[in-house]
């Protein structure tokens, strides 16, 4: 079943597979890895191409996609 909420005020939905979609656009996907015997988070763009590694967090991992999709006002990399 698919999640959804907000992060960055911009309402996302997150599939069991990881995929974050805002509205009928697709972000990428997150994933949780175990590192060094701790979990990190993972991003990944539409494409597949890992965006950051070791994200502490999954919503981080999410706002680095949110950002990346230029979805906030005034925000752009």
Do not use: N
């Not at 009928?24 to 993972?42: K, N, S």
């Amino acid at each position: 079943m698919d999640e959804e909420f907000r992060v960055s005020g911009i309402e996302i939905r997150l599939t069991p597979e990881g995929k974050v979609w805002a509205g009928d656009q697709y972000l990428g996907r997150v994933f949780r890895e175990a590192r060094a015997g701790q979990f990190f988070w993972r991003a990944f763009d539409p494409d597949e191409e890992p965006i950051k590694r070791f994200l502490t967090a999954r919503h981080e991992a999410i706002q680095v996609l949110i950002l990346r999709a230029d979805l906030v006002e005034g925000i752009g990399f």
